[in-house]
Structure formats: structure tokens, C-alpha cells
């Protein structure tokens, strides 16, 4: 009942979003005002009728409706409720519901702006909006339908949509139910947060194909898709630190990052954007890379879909296993037609858009962008080339040939130490002109500073080379940018006559993006402390160790206290747990409990690490195994991550970073003149 | 564009591609199934190579002094589409452990015996080859089909 009643709704969302695009185009070429209206209520109708058909899907997975297919492969009679509301992004298809739920949302949110002097646009936002939720909606109803049912069909159980003929439907006692790795907290909000970055990227996608089909070119687009772009751009970055915090907290090898192609895929449209967020600021200043703004909106699209395809789809082997289906070619016609196009539209466009000045200096603010988009396009290109070198490989000599951990972490670790010193250099130099003299009087304190912190470093914690050159640039970025904090406060403290913390408060909220952008680069600062930490002088130790004995490692002492073994039968879970007491330097410092969970149902084991987290290090402790409780061993693996919490910390920093810079101003009108004003003193400040 | 931007970004882009080349020449190793791996001994011995197959399940041993994890794997398609043709992961892996005369080969792998380790699980070593014909892996990914993908509830075989 509810399966056709679900599929119903979502094949009429799919007929109402393509004559959205349909209306929408007519309307905006025969410029009928009334059709684009038409176009755009079809497009708000969509988001109450995908709601319908989610909550049509979310009522079977909740009741162990396990004749339907989907709801039998991500739920089990076990799992609590809430497990089983968001099992709906836990396979392939309720994931494609989800994305196209999220799309149409966000679609309505935008349809339902004033739009006033922006008219033009809207068809045009209608039409790629409505094509990529036709897409993925056609996905759904055509390809990877999460209604279809089991039918008994002359003994045989087949899945279908409609009952075959003499069917009979089934229903299994028991659904298989979501992995237990994926029923952890970071890996059940990691989707949603994924896809509302990935989702929010479209929105400013549709608007750089609207002023290319509209041919207006000017900077209004990006202005219009600003806070999207932002607001994107934390979700995707919210959604990677939690799939890393679920890594070390639930995989068990003590790391956070694995440069899987699962993860890979996440990341490159993160890059692509974060390249955006910052080349925008050079047209809007400057009236420049017009062409190449355009160039990377497009790519992070495609990027995007990519991404969506490939975390869904296990082409490519990884810890991220997901099913493997037909839906593979569709993606990469999609994506090369959309491409395509967008290109063929830039070139259309090409002359209109050409720069309004031109880049003069190379130590000039928009040279030392541009390097820092160079920068994150090579990340890039490393990223892509080992996803599909494979590929490539194959190709060319017969032979699959892969790339592991080590070619990213070598190719792209001069990349990110440049973009961290660039970090440093970038906000020092002025628009338009800048020389080695005038740099060099406004950097010289901070590197400094950064060299007297570097030789401190080398006197008490290590000579590592690498680790130095990273404290290096770390505290460089982090002097400089603490002295533009202090600069600002100090110049408006004395034309205001206020109070110095008053004027840095009131300094950050009337220029929300330029010192959010500073807190977002404190924090990457401080997370690639963390990041230097467990790289460079992560140590690890094992030992299998009767009761009272113990293991040293790095000034810690590990001591094997018990070791007991429950069954919860309701969760169908058995858990062995150890107690270990921790000393340091003869210092008791309390226990710590690394546990086996057996999930009897999947017949697997989770391990969960005993971690003691201070700033200073991490200990990280696994039971691997145990002997029967007569003799009384256990067997741990134990690492220290040194300043690994860093990399949390900076996290935290770095969302909050972004929240400060998109979060909505209170008067938008004064607040932009006065926007203006003071970014012309402060760049004429960091001219001088 | 003045000629110093094109020459100096001429030398950024150098510079990367300098990178991806030695970073792929120093990293670089060779996907094979248990088969063709095989077909190349011994040449293909010493080097640096990434198998797949499937695992079989009582060869799994776990020694938690040493945490030495010891186990063989079955030769096991790794072709989208052959697998696709043969009716899916789960049965090809399920195929090449209960057929005796698929070649195999012996895994040695030391560290913690990770949660995915089961019989007729992909597994996915990087490794090498040495002169016995043991291949031992300094890493170790490993896919269970049954928990992830679209598959028919167990009556279904009844055919």
C-alpha cells in the first residue's frame, strides 16, 4: 500500500520537475512572464511532494516492512528507531531520495526569494535545478527504485516493483540491518552533512549558468550565491571532519584519514570550492578571473555528482563498500553532458566576460590568489590522477596499476605547506600593487617570531626537519594573523575612542567574511599542528599481558587490570571489555576501557579504542584479543598520537569560522556601504 | 597576461607535474587477482604489488603474541563486469571459496586483526610476494558483499 502509494508520489515529482525545466525555458524565450511563473510554483511543488514520498518510505523502514526490498537490506527488527529513520540514507537508493529531497528544498528556498531586479534569472535557475532533480529523480523511479518488494513467484523470491503474474508477496522474518561500523553518531549524521554540502553547491552552479545563458556577467551572481557557497561549503567540511572522527573512533587503526577514493571524492569538490570561495573575492574587488570563476562553480558541479556517484557506488574498492549497480554510465553521461555544456556556454560567452583590469604585480593580493587556486587545482589534479590512474593505466600498458596512501601524501605535502604559507603572506600584501620591500616591512616581525618559536622548538621537542618546517609555517600563519586582528582593533580603537576588545568585536562583525576567513585560517593553522603531531611522531606498541603486568610505551605505563564478557541478548550484542590503569611517569592517571562489541546478527566485530585525549597526546588503546578468562591474557595495541586533539580542536574552530562569515547580517543595506568603506581603509592600511 | 606571470606559473605547473610523476614512480603498484599474479612468478616476486581474492575462512589464524594474522585467499575475479555477469560479488566470492581448484595464496599480515575479516570477504592486500610463494601484506582492505549490497533474502537460492 504504502510501497505504491511511495512510488506514485515520486514518479509525479519527477513529470512536475520536468515541466518545471520545460515551462521554465519556454517562459524565458518567448519571455512569457506567466509561464516562468508557472515554472517556478511547479518547482515549489515539487518539495511537498517528495516529503510524501520520503515519509512514505521513512513509515515502511520504521515498521519492519521488510517485504519492501530497501527496508530489508538497511534495517533489522533490533535496531532502534531512530536507527532505522536514518537507515533511509543508509543504502543506494533511499540515498538518491534523499539527495533529490534535500535538492528540492533548497530549489523551493531559492524560488521563493525576492527576486525584483533579478528576474532574469530565475528560469534559468529553474531549468538546472529541475534538470538535476530530473535526474536524480529518473535515477529513483526508473533505475534504483527503494520500493520494490519481494514476490514469491512459482517458488522463487524475485524483487519487483508491481506483482508479477500468480505472485504471491514475501515477507522475510528479518531485515539484515544496517552494518554495525555505520551505527555510530559520526557515521549517521557524515551523510546528511556530506549531502547538504554537495546539495547547497548546486545553487550557486544555477545561478553561473543563469548569467551565462542571460549574458549578464557581472559579479551579480556571485553576490546573489555568496552565503550559499559558504553555507555549502561548511556542510562538506562539517560532513569530512566527521567521517574522519568516525575513522578513528570506530576503524580501529588509529588514524583519521585514509586517502580512500571513498574519502578522495568528498574532498575534491571541497577543493574546487574552496578555490571558488576565495577567487570570487577577486572579482568582486578587482573585476577579475571572470572566466575562471565560472570555470570552477562548473567543475565543482560536475565534482559534486561525481562525488555523490562514486560514494554510493563501490567502482573503486575501499572500506567504504556500497552496492554496485547499473546506474555507473548514467552518471557519466549526465556528468559530460552537463560539463559540456557549461563549457560550450563559457565560450559563448567568452568575450563578455574578459577581466576589467588587468593583474599587474605578482606580489599583488589577486597574483597571490591566483597562486593559492593554482594550488588548490594541482591538490586537485593529484587527487583525480590517483582515482583514475587505474584506469589510465589500463588503458595504456594492459596492466591496473594503483596509487596508495604514500603518492597522495608526497605529491600533495609541498602543496599544502606552500598553501600554508601562502596562508601567512597573502593578507599582507595589497590589491593591485605590491613589491618585495613592502611585503617584507609588514612580514619580517612574524617570520621572527615564527623562526625564534621554530629554534624553541628545536631546543626541547625535536629536530625532525619536516615537523620544524611545518612549526614553522604554522606559527607564521598564526603571528600573522593574530597582528591583523591586533592592526585592526588597534587603528579603529583610536578613530572610535573605544575600548580594544569592544573594537575588535565590532571590527569582526561589520567584516564578517574577511576575519571569518582569519579564524578559518588560525584553525587550519592549528589543525596542521594535530596533522603534524600523528604524521611525524605518531609511536605504537603491542604486547599480549597477563593481570598486573604492563607495556611502556612513550612515558606512559599501560597496566592490564581485568577483563570481563556480557551479552545484551535484546541488541543482540556481546561485549568484552577490558580495564586498564594508566600511569605516567609512576602518576595514576585513571583507566581506560577498549572494548570488543560482537554483533551477533552481522557476525562482526567493533572494535572500540580505550583513548585518553589531552592536548599534549593521545593514548590510544585496542584489546585485539583475549584468552579464556582462566589464564587471564589479553592482547592490546596501543598508539600515542602526539597533538593529535589539535586537529580537533581546529575543527571546531574552522566550523565555527565559517558560521561567523556566512551568518546573515542584521542590516543588510547599511551594512554593506559600510562594508565598503571600511574594506577601502583596510586595504589602503595594508597598502602602507 | 605579461610574460612573467605566464612563465611563472609555467614553473608552478612544472613543479606539480614533477611531483605527480616521481610520487607515482616511487608508489605505483600493480593491481592483479591471485591468477595473473601467479602467471608472473617469478618475476612478479620482491616488487611491490596490491592483490585481491577471496578470503577463505578456516585458513584464518590469529597468533595474539606476534599479532600475526595468517590466512588464504582464492583467486576471485576482480572485473566489474565480469563480476556483474557472474551474479554479483557476493556469489563470485562465494564461487571461488567453495571451488578447490582455484589457485591460492598464503597471507601474512602483522598488526590487528581488523572487524571485516571472515570467510568469502574480498580482501585487498598490498604487499610482496616472497620466493616461498607467501605474500606479505604491510596493509589490508576488506569488503563484505552479503552486509551492503542488494541481496535476495536466503530462500531465495532455493531454485
Known amino acids: ?688 | 597576461m605579461k610574460p612573467k606571470f605566464i612563465l611563472g606559473f609555467g614553473m608552478i605547473l612544472a613543479a606539480v607535474a614533477y611531483l605527480i610523476f616521481s610520487a607515482t614512480q616511487a608508489s605505483a603498484e600493480r593491481f592483479m587477482t591471485v591468477n595473473e599474479m601467479q602467471a608472473e612468478v617469478p618475476d612478479v616476486v620482491g616488487q611491490s604489488l596490491r592483490i585481491t581474492g577471496a578470503v577463505i575462512g578456516e585458513s584464518i589464524q590469529y597468533d595474539p603474541n606476534t599479532l600475526t594474522l595468517t590466512f588464504e585467499v582464492a583467486h576471485a575475479p576482480a572485473d566489474f563486469k565480469v563480476i556483474e555477469e557472474q551474479g554479483g560479488l557476493a556469489e563470485v566470492l562465494h564461487q571461488a571459496v567453495i571451488d578447490p581448484t582455484r589457485q591460492r595464496v598464503k597471507i601474512v599480515y602483522i598488526g590487528v586483526k581488523p572487524d571485516l575479516l571472515r570467510g568469502e570477504a574480498q580482501a585487498i592486500m598490498t604487499g610482496k610476494l616472497d620466493e616461498a610463494g607467501i605474500f606479505h601484506a604491510d596493509e589490508l582492505l576488506l569488503k563484505c558483499p552479503t552486509r551492503y549490497e542488494e541481496a535476495l533474502p536466503e530462500q531465495a537460492s532455493t531454485d
Open chain 1, 1 to 688: 500500500m504504502f510501497a505504491e502509494f511511495g512510488y506514485g508520489v515520486l514518479l509525479v515529482t519527477f513529470l512536475v520537475a520536468l515541466y518545471s525545466v520545460i515551462a521554465a525555458a519556454y517562459g524565458a524565450v518567448k519571455k512569457s512572464a506567466s509561464m516562468v511563473e508557472s515554472a517556478r510554483r511547479a518547482m515549489f511543488l515539487t518539495f511537498p511532494l517528495i516529503s510524501i514520498g520520503a515519509a512514505s518510505l521513512i513509515y515502511l523502514l520504521v515498521n519492519n516492512h521488510f517485504e519492501v526490498s530497501f527496508v530489508y537490506e538497511v534495517t533489522s527488527l533490533s535496531m532502534p528507531t531512530y536507527l532505522k529513520v536514518t537507515a533511509w540514507w543508509g543504502g543506494q537508493a533511499g540515498s538518491l531520495v534523499f539527495w533529490s529531497f534535500l535538492l528540492s528544498g533548497f530549489a523551493s528556498a531559492v524560488t521563493l526569494r525576492k527576486w525584483d531586479r533579478d528576474i532574469e534569472f530565475l528560469p534559468w535557475v529553474v531549468v538546472v535545478c529541475g534538470i538535476t532533480l530530473a535526474f536524480f529523480l529518473g535515477l529513483v523511479v526508473f533505475f534504483e527504485n527503494p520500493f520494490t518488494r519481494f514476490w514469491l513467484v512459482g517458488g522463487n523470491v524475485e524483487s519487483h516493483m508491481f506483482a508479477p503474474l500468480n505472485a504471491t508477496i514475501f515477507t522475510p522474518e528479518d531485515g539484515q540491518g544496517l552494518n554495525p561500523l555505520l551505527r555510530h553518531p559520526g557515521m549517521i549524521i557524515h551523510p546528511p552533512m556530506l549531502y547538504l554540502g554537495f546539495v547547497s553547491f548546486v545553487i550557486p552552479y544555477a545561478f553561473a549558468i543563469a548569467a551565462l545563458v542571460t549574458g549578464r556577467t557581472d559579479d551579480r551572481w556571485i553576490r546573489l550565491t555568496r552565503r550559499w557557497s559558504l553555507w555549502a561549503w561548511l556542510f562538506l567540511s562539517f560532513g569530512l571532519v566527521l567521517g574522519g572522527r568516525w575513522a578513528y573512533d570506530v576503524l580501529g587503526w588509529g588514524g583519521y584519514w585514509g586517502w580512500d577514493p571513498v574519502e578522495i571524492a568528498a574532498f575534491m569538490p571541497w577543493l574546487t570550492g574552496t578555490a571558488f570561495l576565495h577567487s570570487v573575492m577577486i572579482q568582486e574587488k578587482r573585476g577579475l578571473l571572470k572566466h575562471w570563476n565560472m570555470i570552477l562553480v562548473i567543475l565543482t558541479y560536475s565534482l559534486v555528482i561525481f562525488g555523490t556517484f562514486l560514494t554510493r557506488s563501490g567502482v573503486l574498492s575501499s572500506v567504504h563498500a556500497f552496492a554496485e549497480s547499473a546506474i555507473g554510465p548514467l552518471f557519466f553521461v549526465f556528468i559530460g553532458v552537463t560539463f559540456a555544456t557549461s563549457i560550450a556556454l563559457i565560450i559563448w560567452r567568452w568575450p563578455q566576460l574578459s577581466g576589467e583590469t588587468e593583474m599587474k604585480s605578482m606580489l599583488s593580493r589577486e597574483a597571490l590568489f591566483l597562486l593559492n587556486n593554482l594550488l588548490f587545482m594541482s591538490i586537485l589534479v593529484v587527487c583525480f590522477w590517483g582515482v583514475i590512474f587505474p584506469l589510465v593505466s589500463e588503458l595504456f600498458t594492459g596492466q591496473k596499476v594503483t596509487v596508495g596512501p604514500a603518492f597522495y601524501e608526497s605529491a600533495t605535502g609541498p602543496l599544502f605547506a606552500a598553501l600554508l604559507f601562502l596562508m601567512g603572506v597573502a593578507p599582507l600584501s595589497a590589491w593591485g600593487h605590491s613589491t618585495i620591500q613592502t611585503l617584507g616591512r609588514s612580514i619580517w616581525k612574524s617570520s621572527l617570531a615564527a623562526l625564534i618559536v621554530t629554534l624553541i622548538l628545536l631546543a626541547v621537542y625535536t629536530n625532525n626537519i619536516y615537523a620544524l618546517l611545518g612549526f614553522f609555517l604554522v606559527s607564521f600563519v598564526l603571528f600573522v594573523t593574530f597582528q591583523e586582528f591586533w592592526r585592526g582593533a588597534r587603528a579603529r580603537q583610536k578613530t572610535q575612542d573605544e575600548g580594544f576588545f569592544t573594537a575588535l568585536a565590532r571590527l569582526m562583525g561589520r567584516n564578517r567574511r574577511r576575519y571569518g576567513g582569519y579564524i578559518i585560517h588560525i584553525s587550519i593553522a592549528v589543525m596542521a599542528i594535530g596533522i603534524l603531531g600523528i604524521e611525524l611522531f605518531q609511536t605504537e606498541t603491542q604486547g599480549t599481558l597477563a593481570q598486573g603486568e604492563e607495556l611502556n610505551i612513550s612515558g606512559y605505563t599501560v597496566q592490564y587490570r581485568e577483563l570481563a564478557s556480557w551479552g545484551d541478548q535484546g541488541k543482540g550484542v556481546n561485549y568484552t571489555r577490558a580495564v586498564v590503569d594508566i600511569f605516567k611517569n609512576g602518576i595514576y592517571l585513571g583507566e581506560l576501557n577498549p572494548r570488543i562489541d560482537y554483533y551477533a546478527e552481522a557476525e562482526q566485530n567493533m572494535t572500540i579504542p580505550g583513548n585518553r585525549s589531552t592536548l599534549r597526546d593521545d593514548l590510544y588503546i585496542l584489546l585485539v584479543d583475549w584468552q579464556p578468562v582462566s589464564s587471564g591474557g589479553a592482547t592490546f595495541k596501543i598508539y600515542v598520537n602526539p597533538l593529535v586533539n589539535w586537529m580537533w580542536i581546529g575543527s571546531l574552530l574552522f566550523i565555527a569560522g565559517i558560521i561567523f562569515a556566512a551568518w546573515p547580517d542584521r542590516e543588510p543595506v547599511e551594512e554593506s556601504l559600510q562594508k565598503k568603506v571600511t574594506q577601502r581603509t583596510s586595504q589602503t592600511s595594508a597598502a602602507d
